[in-house]
């Protein structure tokens, strides 16, 4: 018993590393597909339901089923590191905002103490001026020129400067381009492991693969294919795709792999299209 378990698995494994090749599927497909298939085959040996006949049809149809996986998978990684993206790109956004605010608070009450500053010096000026003018006892017509000479040059002297005309240049893809990204995250408690696994992911080369060219490939009924993965496979996805994530775990922490997020995390939004 334990021999013909043992040929199963020989034969799957070549079936399989020969189907993942010719459709240029990445070498983790394989890998994963043979973990799973491992744990089906065993079951179905143990349970006396399994069929020579159908161990072609089996492992095409599990190919298949992992390529639905990865490309879910690969779809996610994509919407989450756009997410993080776009979020973090935000957040950036309000801390130059609020940096942008406080600068114009402060320019602002710079502005107002020194046209204070000047209004009272020039009213010091004025007010020395007309005492002089006292002393040395003017005629009426030179102290009125005097006193109307002083308040012009005071009204001129209390005209605020403008303070902001630079702010009006002020390059802000320069001030976003100095935040601190490290510090952008879409939770605060986010695990950075979490993130790193889904742009694994995302530089996967691609695990989608159409029905038609698996057909082409296997020279098996894409029908056959299809009706044997929703009856047999599609409904233990999420037991399947299990064993899938532990070969993957195993790649990784063996350093032969990197890490990658979880690959069950598919099986509940992962739709098996039309034959």
Known sequence: MKKETKNSAENTTSLVHRLTKSL?????????????IDHYVKEQFNQGTLSEKKISTMCVSMIYLVCIAGSTMQRLACQTLKSEKLECKRKSQMEYCSFANAGLKRAKQDSLSFTKEKGLNASKRVHTAEMNVAETKPTPEVQASISNSGKRKAEKMLEPEDCFDQLDNFDADLAYSSVDASKCSLNPTQNVNSLRGWQTWSEQKSWNRDLILIEKSACISRRMIHNFCSKNLFPRRAELLERGQEWLQKEAESGCGSYMANLTTAASIMVLGKP
Do not use: H, R
Not at 24 to 36: E, F, I
């Open 24 to 36: 240029s599927l990445p070498d983790l497909v394989s890998g994963v597909t043979c973990a799973m």
